[in-house]
């Protein structure tokens, strides 16, 4: 079942060799192409020449590209059957875009076993196989999905609705994290719940991108994940499998359009992205990326054309050449943000003159200080002002920050994440509140001109009356905003007479 990402060649193929004779495997089942589960089939197959491999029509394609040399293979479509005798007959679920074009689930009938592949993971390891401990895995789990399910709710929920024709599944195995056997129904209840609260917004952002170049798939991840937090669902499509029928009705159906496009002249790729031309429409907003690409010109003649078509430019195009970072990543996912918060100005409008005058006054009266939250994590930076602070518990101390969904710094501020809350001083907050407050271009140092200094790594603002060192502990979901709960570890008042600078409110829908 799959093989394993390349740079594990040794370990890999020494543990399967020690496990099996490759000559005696009869079949190797691709759930995807994507190259972490199958950067070795060519390797397993020099050593297993005898083997058929088992995977969708698109999943085959992409291998003959893969493996370059002919090799026994057998397609398989939603509920075929392959009978491995002892009682193991497998039946196969078709579920495209979960989170790659080609994906396919297994069920083997005797064990009751599902294996997902992707679907159902997390990026969470401990030395627990299975998933017992639900309250250490849950925050994880919801990451996951969001980061690689989220974008593609409408194919999960399709998914979803195909496993229901299975018999009963005893356990799902993932294959990132620990396997699902204690809470198979509740996590796949979980997954139900968030994409039917996607697939039911109004506004959807698509985004195109070519799975198998470069970085392609990890950056469009991350624009779709900074497109969702703003309440906006997102298609994604692969370019390069995209059928242009498919392409078509999504351009049709979207308010936005990401396009990541790899300089190449592959004709799938050119016909899709004509059909996104032909189809365009002026009200659209869009956004370009390029990845992998040694001339960075080529992503401006795509710009320009949906220039002369009257789109609106969600943000500046970007051009990675480099391997990217986190710093990238986080980029590509305030680019996705800003375009989300674009597309849904109007309904944030409505939302505050929807509210009651009087019942606004006195939500106003609910009063707080002034903080600015700022953090460091390898080469990311984050800062924002924040007024809806806390103090939570006496032991351990403790305080809670309601952070919107669609702030750019909630991605600093995930369980074990540490970040600094600023203490700002009565009198002397404006200059900094103001700073803090500027529109940033994505990707931007929001630190640039204000003097920190560094406590365990972590940037305190130097005009500040006191700061507290605080790391996540966990997170309640409310709504639009994050109730974030943290423990403060150390902390120090830099004037013992300073006031706290105090925010007074005249409506209620409003910070
Ligand atoms: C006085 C004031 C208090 C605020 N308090 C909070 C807060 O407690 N939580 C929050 O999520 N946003 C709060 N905001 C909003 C943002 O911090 C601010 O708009 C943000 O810097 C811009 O969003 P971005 O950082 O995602 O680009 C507040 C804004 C103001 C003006």
Same mark, same amino acid.
């Given at each position: 079942?799959?093989?394993?990402?390349?740079?594990?060649?040794?370990?890999?193929?020494?543990?399967?060799?020690?496990?099996?004779?490759?000559?005696?495997?009869?079949?190797?089942?691709?759930?995807?192409?994507?190259?972490?589960?199958?950067?070795?089939?060519?390797?397993?197959?020099?050593?297993?020449?005898?083997?058929?491999?088992v995977?969708?029509?698109?999943?085959?394609?992409?291998?003959?590209?893969?493996?370059?040399?002919?090799?026994?293979?057998?397609?398989?479509?939603?509920?075929?059957?392959?009978d491995l005798?002892?009682?193991?007959?497998?039946e196969?679920?078709i579920?495209?875009?979960?989170?790659?074009?080609?994906?396919?689930?297994?069920?083997?009938?005797?064990?009751?076993?599902?294996?997902t592949?992707?679907?159902?993971?997390?990026?969470?390891?401990?030395?627990?196989?299975?998933?017992?401990?639900?309250?250490?895995i849950?925050?994880?789990?919801?990451?996951?999905?969001?980061?690689?399910?989220?974008?593609?709710?409408?194919?999960?929920?399709?998914?979803?609705k195909?496993?229901?024709?299975?018999?009963?599944?005893?356990?799902?195995?993932?294959?990132?994290?620990?396997?699902?056997?204690?809470?198979?129904?509740?996590?796949?209840?979980r997954?139900?719940?968030?994409?039917? #609260?996607? +697939? =039911? *917004?109004?506004?959807? !952002?698509? /985004? %195109?991108?070519?799975?198998?170049?470069g970085?392609?798939?990890?950056?469009?991840?991350?624009?779709?994940?900074?497109?969702?937090?703003?309440?906006?669902?997102?298609?994604?499509?692969?370019?390069?499998?995209?059928?242009?029928?498919?392409?078509?009705?999504?351009?049709?159906?979207?308010?936005?359009?990401?396009?990541?496009?790899?300089?190449?002249?592959?004709?799938?790729?050119?016909?899709?992205?004509?059909?996104?031309? #032909?189809? +365009? =429409? *002026?009200?659209?907003? !869009?956004? /370009? %990326?390029?990845?992998?690409?040694?001339?960075?010109?080529?992503?401006?003649?795509?710009?320009?054309?949906?220039?002369?078509?009257?789109?609106?430019?969600?943000?500046?195009?970007?051009?990675?050449?480099?391997?990217?970072?986190a710093?990238?990543?986080?980029?590509?996912?305030?680019?996705?943000?800003?375009?989300?918060?674009?597309?849904?100005?109007?309904?944030?409008i409505?939302?505050?003159?929807?509210?009651?005058?009087?019942?606004?006054?006195?939500?106003?009266?609910?009063?707080?200080g002034?903080y600015?939250?700022?953090?460091?994590?390898?080469?990311?930076?984050?800062?924002?002002?924040?007024?809806?602070?806390?103090?939570?518990?006496?032991?351990?101390l403790?305080?809670?920050?309601?952070?919107?969904?669609?702030?750019?710094?909630?991605?600093?501020?995930?369980?074990?994440?540490?970040?600094?809350l600023?203490?700002?001083?009565?009198?002397?907050?404006?200059?900094?509140?103001?700073?803090?407050?500027?529109?940033?271009?994505?990707?931007?140092?929001?630190?640039?001109?204000?003097?920190?200094?560094?406590v365990?790594?972590?940037?305190?603002?130097?005009?500040?009356l006191?700061?507290?060192?605080?790391?996540?502990?966990?997170?309640?979901?409310?709504?639009?905003?994050?109730?974030?709960?943290?423990?403060?570890?150390?902390?120090?008042?830099?004037?013992?007479?300073?006031?706290?600078?105090?925010?007074?409110?005249?409506?209620?829908?409003?910070?």
């Amino acid at each position: 079942m799959d093989t394993s990402h390349e740079k594990f060649r040794q370990r890999y193929l020494e543990s399967l060799t020690q496990t099996i004779n490759p000559a005696v495997i009869d079949y190797l089942i691709i759930s995807h192409t994507e190259p972490d589960h199958s950067g070795l089939v060519r390797d397993v197959l020099a050593l297993a020449p005898q083997a058929t491999v088992v995977g969708s029509k698109v999943a085959i394609q992409f291998l003959e590209d893969m493996v370059h040399q002919p090799f026994p293979r057998q397609i398989v479509k939603n509920g075929d059957r392959l009978d491995l005798g002892n009682g193991h007959e497998l039946e196969f679920v078709i579920a495209p875009n979960l989170h790659w074009p080609d994906t396919i689930f297994t069920y083997d009938t005797k064990t009751q076993v599902l294996y997902t592949c992707d679907a159902f993971g997390m990026h969470y390891c401990n030395e627990q196989i299975f998933d017992q401990d639900l309250a250490l895995i849950e925050a994880d789990f919801r990451y996951y999905y969001d980061c690689l399910m989220g974008p593609n709710a409408r194919s999960v929920l399709a998914a979803l609705k195909r496993m229901e024709q299975l018999e009963s599944i005893a356990t799902i195995a993932t294959g990132h994290g620990p396997l699902l056997r204690h809470n198979v129904q509740e996590l796949t209840n979980r997954y139900h719940q968030w994409s039917q #609260a996607q +697939a =039911k *917004a109004e506004t959807t !952002v698509a /985004v %195109f991108y070519i799975s198998d170049y470069g970085f392609g798939d990890r950056l469009s991840q991350a624009i779709a994940h900074g497109v969702m937090k703003t309440g906006v669902a997102v298609e994604m499509m692969d370019l390069k499998s995209a059928d242009p029928h498919e392409v078509k009705e999504l351009v049709s159906l979207a308010a936005g359009l990401v396009i990541g496009t790899p300089p190449t002249n592959e004709v799938a790729i050119q016909t899709a992205i004509s059909t996104i031309l #032909a189809t +365009a =429409k *002026a009200k659209q907003s !869009v956004g /370009v %990326f390029e990845s992998g690409g040694v001339d960075s010109e080529s992503v401006y003649p795509l710009v320009n054309k949906f220039r002369d078509l009257g789109l609106t430019p969600a943000f500046p195009p970007i051009i990675i050449k480099e391997t990217p970072t986190a710093a990238t990543y986080q980029l590509c996912e305030e680019a996705g943000t800003d375009l989300g918060q674009w597309l849904s100005r109007d309904r944030s409008i409505k939302q505050m003159k929807a509210f009651d005058t009087e019942l606004e006054k006195a939500v106003a009266r609910l009063s707080s200080g002034l903080y600015i939250l700022t953090a460091e994590r390898d080469d990311l930076t984050g800062a924002m002002v924040a007024s809806w602070v806390s103090q939570t518990s006496f032991k351990p101390l403790g305080i809670t920050v309601a952070v919107a969904k669609d702030r750019a710094m909630e991605s600093l501020l995930h369980v074990g994440d540490r970040f600094v809350l600023n203490i700002l001083e009565e009198g002397k907050s404006q200059a900094l509140i103001k700073h803090f407050l500027k529109r940033f271009a994505p990707g931007s140092d929001r630190f640039a001109g204000v003097k920190t200094y560094s406590v365990n790594n972590a940037p305190v603002l130097a005009e500040a009356l006191a700061y507290l060192e605080c790391q996540v502990v966990s997170r309640m979901e409310c709504s639009d905003h994050w109730i974030v709960y943290s423990t403060i570890q150390s902390g120090r008042v830099s004037k013992t007479e300073g006031l706290t600078a105090v925010h007074h409110r005249k409506i209620g829908n409003h910070y």
